[in-house]
């Protein structure tokens, strides 16, 4: 390698909330929407917080195939997980988080949900704080 080259890692991540774990929500969804919703947030858009893969992305990505891509992204749109439009010949996903509130006894109060937009979940995260 010359000097000249240069090496780059893609160093982009994005987050889960433990919340969905630990709640059920990842089990009861199962494997193959899990990986759906996975694959659909590391495409996200950092700004809008829109995402859109093809199904056949989608598919290739993840190593599932395209029926059950279109079985799992209803499953999650039923789950008021992500919402799907239609532009053109694309689908335009955004992805929803929802957030449980607890109070100081630890009993759940309310759910917060909201877009995911990965530029505003640090504000979005401290506005809840606020809240409680």
Same mark, same amino acid.
């Given at each position: ?17 433990? @919340? ?9 969804? %199962?494997?193959?929407?899990?990986? +759906?919703? !996975?694959? /659909? ?35 999650? @749109? ?9 532009? %053109?010949?694309?689908?335009?996903? +955004?992805? !929803?988080? /929802? ?34």
């Amino acid at each position: 390698m010359s000097d000249n080259n240069k090496l780059i890692a893609d160093t982009s991540f994005f987050s889960v909330f433990r @919340e969905l774990i630990d709640n059920g929500t990842v089990s009861e969804l %199962g494997v193959y929407a899990w990986t +759906t919703y !996975t694959v /659909i947030k590391s495409y996200t858009n950092y700004n809008s917080g829109e995402a859109f893969p093809s199904i056949g992305t989608i598919a290739s990505k993840s190593g599932i195939s395209e029926v059950e891509i279109k079985r799992s992204l209803k499953k999650l @749109e039923e789950k008021g997980l992500l919402k799907k439009r239609k532009e %053109g010949r694309s689908n335009i996903y +955004t992805l !929803t988080e /929802i957030v449980t509130l607890n109070d100081d006894d630890n009993q759940a109060v309310a759910k917060a949900t909201f877009n995911y937009v990965p530029s505003q979940i640090k504000d979005t995260l401290a506005e809840l704080r606020d809240v409680l």
